[in-house]
């Protein structure tokens, strides 16, 4: 009985007021600013009357400003039902933070699949088994990240690195890293001034590197923010401390694109 209405942000459309709507606009309606919102606002409301509408916003951390008040709108005028999607850490509009803030919602946090939950889940995408290994292998290169299980068995099926033995799955070699993993992590790394993505390189290419080792050769300052961005996590081994990558995938997909001359 609900009526059900996508919206996805994406930070292509982000300069572009009420971009991730735009595609409700009605031929032969539009406008701008309040005339283009209360367009697609009609477009919203007039497909089926009876029904409620349930509005489904994902990556509501890239909508534009005016895409995110429509979303606030409609929700505390009591037009629509909303389930949005926000990365952890992600900065959000102010309009979508009120929709949990002043108790309209409620927010769900999502951590990452434990080793079972990332077998199962695996096991379901693969309509099949997991040997013992396999399962921690997965486990340990996706540390329970969705996405990044479905690229990593997409590519590793594809490749050959995972193979079926009568509906048991087993994974050979390396981890393998898709064309959708390098897109994602470029994007996390795009803004990176060349010192930090010089010394993002060198955990890529030598980690565990010792932190003294690394401070040494590499910009203090810039260790520092990459660890703060998620990028590098530091951990403490016996009496050394040493860098790694903020996430085993992500000098995967670094180390692929560094230069033979410069590894």
């Known amino acids: 009985g609900w009526q059900v209405e996508w919206a996805v942000g994406t930070a292509s459309a982000r300069d572009l007021p009420l971009g991730a709507f735009l595609h409700l606009v009605p031929e032969g309606r539009g406008g701008r600013g309040e005339a283009l919102l209360g367009a697609i606002v009609d477009a919203l409301l007039e497909r089926d009357p009876t029904a409620s509408l349930l509005l489904v916003v994902d990556d509501a951390h890239l909508l534009d400003p005016a895409s995110a008040t429509l979303v606030h709108r409609l929700v505390m005028t009591g037009r629509a039902f909303a389930v949005a999607t926000v990365r952890t850490g992600e900065p959000v509009?102010?309009?979508?933070?009120?929709?949990?803030r002043d108790d309209a919602g409620t927010v769900l946090e999502l951590p990452p699949f434990d080793p079972a939950g990332t077998t199962e889940l695996a096991a379901t995408l693969l309509d099949g088994s997991l040997d013992a290994a396999t399962a921690d292998t997965l486990f340990e290169i996706t540390r329970g990240n969705a996405l990044f299980l479905r690229e990593l068995l997409a590519e590793g099926v594809r490749?050959?690195?995972?193979?079926?033995?009568?509906?048991?799955?087993?994974?050979?070699?390396?981890?393998?890293?898709?064309?959708?993993?390098?897109?994602?992590?470029?994007?996390?790394?795009?803004?990176?001034?060349?010192?930090?993505?010089?010394?993002?390189?060198?955990?890529?290419?030598?980690?565990?590197?010792?932190?003294?080792?690394?401070?040494?050769?590499?910009?203090p300052a810039a260790v520092e923010a990459l660890e703060r961005e998620g990028?590098?996590?530091?951990?403490?081994?016996?009496?050394?401390?040493?860098?790694?990558?903020?996430?085993?995938?992500?000098?995967?997909?670094?180390?692929?694109?560094?230069?033979?001359?410069?590894?």
């Open 159 to 219: 490749q050959g690195t995972l193979r079926s033995d009568s509906g048991r799955w087993t994974w050979r070699g390396p981890p393998v890293v898709s064309m959708g993993l390098r897109d994602f992590v470029g994007a996390r790394i795009a803004n990176l001034d060349p010192v930090a993505r010089a010394a993002l390189e060198v955990v890529a290419v030598c980690e565990p590197i010792g932190l003294a080792l690394m401070r040494h050769i590499t910009d």
């Open 231 to 263: 990028l590098l996590e530091v951990s403490l081994e016996g009496a050394r401390r040493v860098v790694r990558s903020g996430h085993p995938l992500f000098g995967e997909a670094v180390r692929i694109d560094v230069p033979s001359v410069r590894t």
């Open 93 to 100: 509009a102010d309009s979508i933070r009120l929709l949990w």
